[in-house]
């Protein structure tokens, strides 16, 4: 896999132009790889028993689809949707190629930050509309571990997971398939988390959505001690996980 740069990025604003103008009510953290990413918006306002609450969730391969007047453009797969349910027969989200992507265009602003813009569904509108994003790359620092793994499917498990690191940050997300006392699915619940990591090493979890039995509760601190190699299976936590990417910057 090519190594290109990693990338932590804070959404600073998101906008339906003309419907609505630029704001902010999430916090909203991706990480991107060399060609996989983790992305989780978290509503600013919690639910009435004060628990944070995932606006959206999605984790998958981006590919770059090259530069159009100094833009460049890039398309994201999602292997991991928390708007859809889950096939509990293979563990990938229902729906067609379509809904389970995203293309945007990126600008350099003036300040540094990035425009990106595009077509998606708004959940509030109900109905795929134009939007605007304006993006803030965080700094990460040379000789930052990057880790992102994906669990495998099982019957007995029934839940979907990809838990990734770069640098300071860690996010995690889960779907898992519910199923009823006949044994009929009902229902998809996500579940996810964010930490960063203090100088001292310390881990602060930031916040947490969701429950899940069989997530583990982050990757390892040390992974250059791991006998891990990107591309392979590896035994973690009672499960197999598939090393996606795995590289120091």
């Not at 981006?62 to 349910?85: C, M, P």
């Not at 265009?105 to 509108?125: A, H, I, R, Y």
Request: charged share 30%; glycine share 8%; proline share 4%.
């Amino acid at each position: 896999m090519s190594q290109s740069q990693p990338l932590v990025s804070k959404r600073i604003s998101i906008a339906w132009p003309p419907l609505v103008p630029h704001h902010e009510n999430t916090d909203t953290l991706v990480l991107t790889g060399a060609s996989y990413f983790i992305d989780v918006r978290i509503l600013h306002n919690k639910d009435a028993e004060g628990r944070d609450v995932l606006d959206w969730g999605i984790a998958g391969i981006k590919e770059k689809l090259g530069d159009e007047q100094g833009n460049s453009k890039a398309k994201w797969s999602h292997i991991l949707n928390s708007r859809k349910a889950i096939d509990p027969s293979n563990g990938k989200p229902i729906g067609n190629a379509e809904d389970l992507a995203d293309v945007g265009s990126m600008t350099v602003l003036d300040n540094g930050d990035v425009l990106e813009t595009g077509s998606m569904f708004n959940p509030e509108q109900v109905r795929v509309m134009e939007y605007e994003e304006v993006w803030r790359d965080l700094d990460v620092p040379a000789g930052s571990p990057v880790c992102i793994v994906e669990n495998e499917w099982t019957d007995e498990i029934a839940e979907k997971t990809f838990i990734g690191r770069i640098g300071k940050w860690q996010l995690g997300l889960s779907a898992k398939v519910v199923r009823n006392k006949e044994g009929v699915t009902s229902q998809t619940r996500y579940s996810g988390w964010r930490d960063e990591q203090e100088s001292s090493g310390k881990w602060n979890r930031i916040y947490e959505f969701g429950q899940s039995e069989h997530r583990p509760s982050r990757l390892p601190d040390k992974l250059e001690e791991l006998s891990w190699k990107e591309s392979e299976v590896v035994q973690w936590e009672g499960q197999n996980w598939m090393v996606r990417e795995l590289f120091w910057t």
